[in-house]
Nanobody, 124 residues
Framework: QVQLVESGGGLVQAGGSLRLACAASGSTFVRYAMAWFRQAPGKEREFVAGITWTGGRPNYADSVKGRFTISRDNAKNTVYLQMNSLKPEDTAVYYC?????????????????WGQGTQVTVSS
């Protein structure tokens, strides 16, 4: 069993930055790939970024490539999402997720452990 808790959301102006964190507990976090998803009002949840347990070859959605950076600290059982050059269209609830395996998939249905989400609002 894995528990995930996100933090770091908030209100920021366009062009600003936020750093989200997802703290994991309850299982062998260090061996699992982790992913960030987001869901905007009226839209489906979409993949944002993913990272394997070694941190190598992170995977990004085209819409955030070059602006967002996913990283992890296995000693702290935490995965991060550094978001720079934020745009109003980045406004969403951001979730972290894992399946308990070391593989990143972009499909929401692949993941069976989810956090409660953290709200990010970008004003224009």
């Amino acid at each position: 069993q894995v528990q995930l808790v996100e933090s770091g959301g908030g209100l920021v102006q366009a062009g600003g930055s936020l750093r989200l964190a997802c703290a994991a507990s309850g299982s062998t976090f260090v061996r699992y790939a982790m992913a960030w998803f987001r869901q905007a009002p009226g839209k489906e949840r979409e993949f944002v970024a993913g990272i394997t347990w070694t941190g190598g070859r992170p995977n990004y959605a085209d819409s955030v490539k070059g602006r967002f950076t996913i990283s992890r600290d296995n000693a702290k059982n935490t995965v991060y999402l550094q978001m720079n050059s934020l745009k109003p269209e980045d406004t969403a609830v951001y979730y972290c997720a894992t399946k308990g395996q070391n593989w990143v998939e972009r499909a929401e249905g692949y993941y069976n452990y989810w956090g409660q989400g953290t709200q990010v609002t970008v004003s224009s």
